[in-house]
């Protein structure tokens, strides 16, 4: 059974930082290209940033470009989202997902970012 478990998500004020982990299990992680994908309160699904499975290639939404880095450690079977300069329309749940982009075949459960003073 595949697992992905998000972890990190919590309150921050805006311009602060939050890393978000995904440990994954049941898959084999190095073959896969990873995604973030979040859901913002009242609003649709709208990716985030991805990584090829051996982390060359990278992408990000316009809106993330430049204060949000997602890295991936294949050793440990783990994705990664460094979010700087937090701002209060990041708040959302944000899920890990296998896949790139809207192919998306394996999703977590989601962690909860707030951004608010």
């Known amino acids: 059974e595949v697992q992905l478990v998000e972890s990190g998500g919590g309150l921050v004020q805006p311009g602060g930082s939050l890393r978000l982990s995904c440990a994954a299990s049941?898959?084999?992680?190095?073959?896969?290209?990873m995604s973030w994908v979040r859901q913002a309160p009242g609003k649709g699904l709208e990716w985030v940033s991805g990584?090829?499975?051996?982390?060359?290639?990278?992408g990000y939404t316009d809106s993330t470009k430049g204060r949000f880095t997602i890295s991936r450690d294949n050793a440990k079977n783990t994705l990664y989202l460094q979010m700087n300069s937090l701002k209060p329309e990041d708040t959302a749940v944000y899920y890990c997902?296998?896949?790139?982009?809207?192919?998306?075949?394996?999703w977590g459960k989601g962690t909860l970012v707030t951004v608010s003073t």
């Open positions: 990584m090829a499975n051996e982390g060359g290639i990278t």
């Open positions: 997902a296998a896949g790139y982009y809207y192919s998306l075949k394996y």
């Open positions: 049941g898959l084999t992680f190095s073959n896969w290209a």
